[in-house]
């Protein structure tokens, strides 16, 4: 069955240092979306991607946040300058449609913490 | 604003019926899910709910929706240590370009 994937699983990271959370959608998937869970809080709406845009962001999403396609397979998630309080569980998800209702598949997660 | 709420724990004996319970702000949901996450893996679809409807059963699996309480609840029957997960709640929104707003989720303890 295909499934999204994320790598790494756990990254450690200095604070103001740059991370790529990468993630593999699900290869006829055309919509996909970060979402990241601090501990012990609600997992959040990061941002929506599609056709090379963004959907839509969340406030969470500043400008320290960018997300890309670099190719026809990955989906990134860029923090420039990474601070504390970034630590989270950052899942990635994708879905093939945008309709009312959506089936969003998500990855198992990576778990960023910054020291 | 958009707030969705759960309880954070729930113990049940191999066997019960577990009810987990989410409660929710906004009157522009258009669907409703319920989500299950297994240590080390992603969030997974069980089942949702179109914000129209009352009741969907999906063999051990009951979904009961009061639009009017925004009260959404998960029914498992004949719950299993296999059931053993957090479950979240979460809502999409009319215009809401498909974002998802989740609760915290429940975590479920089956236990003999």
Redo the contacts between chains.
Sequence with gaps: EPE?TQTPSHQVTQMGQEVILRCVPISNHL?F?W?RQIL??????LV?FYNNEI??K?EIFDDQFSVERPDGSNFTLKIRSTKLEDSAMY?C?S?DS????????????TRLTVL | GED?EQSLFLSVREGDSSVINCTYTDSSS??LYW?KQEP??????LT?I?SNMDMKQDQRLTVLLNKKDKHLSLRIADTQTGDSAIY?C?E?L?G??????????TRLAVHP
Excluded: M, R, W
Excluded at chain 1, 98 to 109: K, L
């Design positions: 999204v919509y979306y979402y012990g809080q609600k997992v959040e709406f929506s959907s839509e969340s899942f998800a879905s945008d309709g009312d209702y959506n089936e969003q598949f998500f990855g198992p997660g | 969705v258009t669907y989500y080390g893996a992603g969030l997974q679809l949702y179109f979240f979460a999409t009319s809401g370009y498909n974002k998802l707003i989740f609760g915290a989720g």
